[in-house]
C-alpha cells in the first residue's frame, strides 16, 4: 500500500494527523455552534448595560431633585398660651374655672385669701393717719395758731382709731405749747425786769444830775463868798463833799445801768434763740413726717395693689388648661404659673426644631410641607404651608446636649377649607418639611465622598 508524504516549504516531512473519532467532531460542532449562538446576547448585555450607565450618568448630570429639610415639632397659637401668675403669690381661697372651661377676658378664674393683706392694709392705713394727723398739728405749732386744723379726709375717717389720733396730738399740740409759752414767758419777765431796773437806774441818774447842778452852783457861790472871807473853810468843804457824792452816786447808777441792759440785750437773745430752736425743731420734724408719710403712701398703694389683685382675672379670652393649685389652702409661689389660656380665634403655627446644618436652606417664605402626625397619612396628606419665622440664633439644650434653631409655619388657609373632620388643636405633634433649592442628582453621590475626603485630608 503506497502511503503519500507531504514536505513542507522548508522540506520537513509533514506528519498528517490521526483523524478524529465522529463522536469528538459532533461536540467540537456543538461547542462552535453554542459559542456563536452566545455572541449576539453577549453584545446586547453590553449595549444595554453601556446604555443604562450612560442614561443613568446623563440623568444624574441633568436631572434636579427636590430637597426638604424635616423638623419635628407641635402646633402652637400665633400669640401663643397665655401664662396666669400672680406677682406675690398667696393663698388659694376658691377655684372658680376648671381645665377645658371657656373663659372671657377680664372673668375671675380664682380668688386669693386676703386675710394677710387686710391686716397690712390696716396698719398702713393706721401709720398714714397719724402722719397726717402729726403734719397738721406741726404746721399749727409753725404758724403760731391755737389750734388745730385736721384734714377733712381725718374728720371723715370712720375708723375708731382715727379719734384716738387726733385727742393725741391735740393733747401733745397743748402739751408743747405750754412748755413754749412757759420758756418764752420766762425770757420776756427777765426781759421786763432788766428793763424796769434800766429804767430806774436812768431815773435816779437823772435826779443826780439835777442835784449835781445845784450842788455846782452852791460850790461855786461859796467859794466866791469864802475868797471874800464871808464862809468858811469848813463850808467849803463840806459842800465840795456833796458835790463829789454826787458825781461818784452817777457814775455808779451808770455802771449800773449799763449792765442791766446788758442783760436784757442777753435775755434779748435768749428769747430769740428760744423761738429759732422751736421753728428748727417744727421744720425737722416737718421734714422728717413727710418723709415717712411718702413712704407709707407709696407701702399703702403697694398693698392696695395687692387687695385689689386677690381676684386672678383671665388675661384673654380662651380656654383654661394646666391648672396647678386647686386645693382651698394651697400655697401659690410668687410669679409661678397657675394655669394657662389657650387663645381662641387665632392663627395656629407649627413650631418646630430644626438641624443647625439645614438652617442655611431655611428662610421666612420658604413652601414647606405640614405632616400632622396625629392623623393617619392615608387619611391626611401633607398640607402646603409657608415658614413665617426663623430664629435668629440658635436654642442650647444642656440636658440633650444638643441645639437647634426655632422654625414656625403657617399652613394655608385654603389647606383645609373642605376638610371639615380635621380639628387641628394646640400641643398637636407635627412635622415640617421645608423644601430646600433642588440639586442634581449627581451632587447626592458626589458630596458624601468629596466631603469625606476633604476632611481626610485635613487630619493630621
Same mark, same amino acid.
Given at each position: 500500500?503506497?502511503?503519500?508524504?507531504?514536505?513542507?516549504?522548508?522540506?520537513?516531512?509533514?506528519? /498528517?494527523?490521526?483523524? @478524529?473519532?465522529?463522536?469528538?467532531?459532533? =461536540?467540537?460542532?456543538?461547542?462552535?455552534?453554542?459559542?456563536?449562538?452566545?455572541?449576539? /446576547?453577549?453584545?446586547? *448585555?453590553?449595549?444595554?448595560?453601556?446604555?443604562?450607565?450612560?442614561?443613568?450618568?446623563?440623568?444624574?448630570?441633568?436631572?434636579?431633585?427636590?430637597?426638604?429639610?424635616?423638623?419635628?415639632?407641635?402646633?402652637?397659637?400665633?400669640?401663643?398660651?397665655?401664662?396666669?401668675?400672680?406677682?406675690? *403669690? *398667696?393663698?388659694?381661697?376658691?377655684? =372658680?374655672?376648671?381645665?377645658?372651661?371657656?373663659?372671657?377676658?377680664?372673668?375671675?378664674?380664682?380668688?386669693?385669701?386676703?386675710?394677710?393683706?387686710?391686716?397690712?392694709?390696716?396698719?398702713?392705713?393706721?401709720?398714714?393717719?397719724?402722719?397726717?394727723?402729726?403734719?397738721?398739728?406741726?404746721?399749727?405749732? @409753725?404758724?403760731?395758731?391755737?389750734?388745730?386744723?385736721?384734714?377733712?379726709?381725718?374728720?371723715?375717717?370712720?375708723?375708731?382709731?382715727?379719734?384716738?389720733?387726733?385727742?393725741?396730738?391735740?393733747?401733745?399740740?397743748? #402739751?408743747?405749747? !405750754?412748755?413754749?409759752?412757759?420758756?418764752?414767758?420766762?425770757?420776756?419777765? @427777765?426781759?421786763?425786769?432788766?428793763?424796769?431796773?434800766?429804767?430806774? =437806774?436812768?431815773?435816779?441818774?437823772?435826779?443826780?444830775?439835777?442835784?449835781?447842778?445845784?450842788?455846782?452852783?452852791? =460850790?461855786?457861790?461859796?467859794?466866791?463868798?469864802?475868797?471874800?472871807?464871808?464862809?468858811?473853810?469848813?463850808?467849803?468843804?463840806?459842800?465840795?463833799?456833796?458835790?463829789?457824792?454826787?458825781?461818784?452816786?452817777?457814775?455808779?447808777?451808770?455802771?449800773?445801768?449799763?449792765?442791766?441792759?446788758?442783760?436784757?440785750? !442777753?435775755?434779748?437773745?435768749?428769747?430769740?434763740?428760744?423761738?429759732?430752736?422751736?421753728?428748727?425743731?417744727?421744720?425737722?420734724?416737718?421734714? !422728717?413726717?413727710?418723709?415717712?408719710?411718702?413712704?407709707?403712701?407709696?407701702?399703702?398703694?403697694?398693698?392696695?395693689?395687692?387687695?385689689?389683685?386677690?381676684?386672678?382675672?383671665? /388675661?384673654?379670652?380662651?380656654?383654661?388648661?394646666?391648672?396647678?393649685?386647686?386645693?382651698? *389652702? $394651697?400655697?401659690?409661689?410668687?410669679?409661678?404659673?397657675?394655669?394657662?389660656?389657650?387663645?381662641?380665634?387665632?392663627?395656629?403655627?407649627?413650631?418646630?426644631?430644626?438641624?443647625?446644618?439645614?438652617?442655611?436652606?431655611?428662610?421666612? $417664605?420658604?413652601?414647606? @410641607?405640614? #405632616?400632622?402626625?396625629?392623623?393617619?397619612?392615608?387619611?391626611?396628606?401633607?398640607?402646603?404651608?409657608?415658614?413665617?419665622?426663623?430664629?435668629?440664633?440658635?436654642?442650647?439644650?444642656?440636658?440633650?446636649?444638643?441645639?437647634?434653631?426655632?422654625?414656625?409655619?403657617?399652613?394655608?388657609?385654603?389647606?383645609?377649607?373642605?376638610?371639615?373632620?380635621?380639628?387641628?388643636?394646640?400641643?398637636?405633634?407635627?412635622?415640617?418639611?421645608?423644601?430646600?433649592?433642588?440639586?442634581?442628582?449627581?451632587?447626592?453621590?458626589?458630596? /458624601?465622598?468629596?466631603?469625606?475626603?476633604?476632611?481626610?485630608?485635613?487630619?493630621?
Amino acid at each position: 500500500m503506497n502511503r503519500v508524504i507531504n514536505v513542507d516549504d522548508r522540506g520537513e516531512v509533514m506528519i /498528517p494527523e490521526d483523524p @478524529q473519532p465522529a463522536w469528538y467532531q459532533v =461536540l467540537d460542532e456543538e461547542r462552535t455552534a453554542s459559542r456563536q449562538s452566545l455572541r449576539k /446576547p453577549i453584545m446586547a *448585555g453590553i449595549i444595554v448595560i453601556a446604555v443604562g450607565f450612560g442614561g443613568f450618568f446623563s440623568w444624574a448630570f441633568t436631572a434636579e431633585l427636590d430637597s426638604a429639610a424635616v423638623a419635628s415639632g407641635s402646633v402652637i397659637v400665633d400669640s401663643r398660651k397665655k401664662v396666669v401668675n400672680h406677682f406675690e *403669690g *398667696g393663698i388659694l381661697k376658691k377655684l =372658680l374655672v376648671e381645665e377645658g372651661e371657656r373663659v372671657k377676658q377680664g372673668q375671675v378664674l380664682m380668688l386669693l385669701d386676703g386675710t394677710r393683706s387686710e391686716s397690712e392694709l390696716g396698719q398702713l392705713r393706721g401709720e398714714r393717719y397719724g402722719l397726717l394727723a402729726k403734719l397738721a398739728r406741726l404746721r399749727a405749732e @409753725q404758724e403760731g395758731r391755737d389750734q388745730i386744723n385736721f384734714p377733712q379726709q381725718l374728720m371723715d375717717a370712720k375708723q375708731e382709731y382715727v379719734d384716738d389720733i387726733l385727742q393725741d396730738e391735740k393733747r401733745l399740740f397743748g #402739751k408743747r405749747n !405750754e412748755v413754749y409759752e412757759a420758756k418764752r414767758n420766762a425770757q420776756a419777765k @427777765q426781759i421786763e425786769q432788766f428793763d424796769a431796773e434800766a429804767r430806774a =437806774l436812768d431815773s435816779q441818774i437823772n435826779a443826780r444830775t439835777r442835784q449835781e447842778k445845784l450842788v455846782a452852783e452852791q =460850790l461855786q457861790g461859796i467859794r466866791q463868798l469864802a475868797e471874800k472871807g464871808f464862809a468858811t473853810r469848813t463850808q467849803l468843804v463840806e459842800i465840795e463833799n456833796n458835790w463829789s457824792d454826787l458825781v461818784g452816786d452817777m457814775g455808779e447808777f451808770k455802771a449800773q445801768k449799763a449792765a442791766a441792759e446788758q442783760q436784757k440785750a !442777753e435775755a434779748e437773745i435768749n428769747l430769740a434763740s428760744i423761738e429759732m430752736e422751736w421753728q428748727s425743731d417744727i421744720a425737722t420734724e416737718i421734714q !422728717e413726717a413727710q418723709l415717712a408719710l411718702n413712704d407709707v403712701s407709696q407701702r399703702l398703694r403697694a398693698s392696695e395693689d395687692v387687695l385689689n389683685r386677690l381676684e386672678v382675672k383671665a /388675661p384673654q379670652a380662651g380656654t383654661v388648661a394646666n391648672i396647678q393649685v386647686r386645693t382651698p *389652702g $394651697g400655697v401659690i409661689s410668687p410669679a409661678e404659673p397657675i394655669m394657662d389660656i389657650i387663645p381662641e380665634d387665632e392663627p395656629l403655627l407649627i413650631e418646630a426644631m430644626i438641624n443647625r446644618q439645614d438652617i442655611d436652606s431655611v428662610h421666612v $417664605g420658604s413652601k414647606a @410641607q405640614i #405632616k400632622l402626625t396625629a392623623y393617619s397619612q392615608r387619611r391626611l396628606a401633607p398640607l402646603d404651608g409657608e415658614v413665617k419665622y426663623v430664629a435668629a440664633d440658635q436654642t442650647v439644650d444642656e440636658q440633650r446636649d444638643s441645639s437647634y434653631y426655632i422654625v414656625r409655619a403657617a399652613i394655608d388657609p385654603g389647606a383645609l377649607a373642605e376638610r371639615d373632620d380635621i380639628e387641628i388643636r394646640p400641643g398637636m405633634p407635627a412635622d415640617i418639611l421645608i423644601l430646600k433649592s433642588p440639586r442634581k442628582a449627581i451632587d447626592y453621590l458626589v458630596d /458624601p465622598i468629596t466631603e469625606s475626603m476633604s476632611k481626610a485630608f485635613r487630619e493630621d
